[in-house]
């Protein structure tokens, strides 16, 4: 909380300082009419009544002194760096093939686990959480409130945007947000555990349009099976394509088939795209 004009406060010992001057007839001078000053000075009256009437002359005080709430924005050394992470929404990402402390958990559970650290380290960038299946939306628009944006990704559900894999659609919706952005740096973070099936444009082909707009993408991988390798397999990722994605944007991908994976990608993530803002350690 600040004030446009602090020297405001000076004000507030005025009416004490009415009521110590002598009486008008013993100093002479000009008379000032009593109503001039009726509730803020009470000469005669009740406790009450008088502190009631020093609570309106503060508030008075307070408002002419214009209190301003400091922006997110204004209180963090902003980066330069605009950050949508893009998170894949699809029915197999409930497929649970990781591990945590010896116990199985799913693709998406150990996506939000480590997204949630990650957004949490970056004080002074603009975040933003685009999550896909089916269709693509914003859940959580660009924002320096990194809270916000872990909460988004804390409350990501399965089906929620339907549960094909649409990666193009996701990366366009980004990207178009991106394109409009001033920021120096802008990044796409795209995870996704599938196939490109109900994208309206090739993954590829956006990809080109982000290099053209100077937008990188770093792709993540994850699951245990490569489409390459598994051409028949419903759960394969095409690591190929998202490599393609990245390397043509300027951006790298990451393979990830476990939770170890997913702690060296987020380190490596934070070198590619160091924050000068002092953050918790990953």
Known sequence: MSFAWPLAFLLLPLPLLIRLLPPAAARGGLRVPAHIFMGVVAQRGTGRGRLLAGLAWAALVIAVAGPQVSRISDMLPASGRDIVLAIDLSGSMQKEDFQL???????????????????????????????????????????????????????AQIGISGRATAISDGLGLAMKRLAASEAPTRVVVLMS??????????????????????????????????????????????????????????????????????????????????????????
Do not use: C, W
Request: proline residues 6%; glycine residues 8%.
């Open 101 to 155: 402390d010896g116990q199985p958990i799913s693709r998406l559970d150990a996506v939000k686990r480590t997204a949630s650290r990650f957004v949490a380290a970056r004080r002074g960038d603009r975040i933003g959480l685009v999550i896909f299946g089916d269709r693509a939306y914003f859940a959580q628009p660009l924002t320096f409130d990194v809270d916000a944006v872990a909460r988004a990704v804390d409350e």
């Open 193 to 282: 555990d599938g196939v490109d099936t109900s994208g309206n444009v090739q993954a590829v082909d956006a990809a080109r349009l982000a290099a053209g707009h100077g937008i990188r993408i770093h792709t993540i991988a994850l699951g245990p099976e490569d489409l390459e390798n598994q051409p028949r397999s419903r759960d394969a990722v095409d690591t190929k394509t998202l490599r393609e994605v990245a390397e043509l944007s300027g951006g790298t991908a990451f393979r990830v088939r476990g939770m170890a994976d997913l702690e060296a990608m987020a380190a490596s993530l934070d070198r590619l795209e160091p924050n000068p803002a002092e953050r918790p350690p990953m």
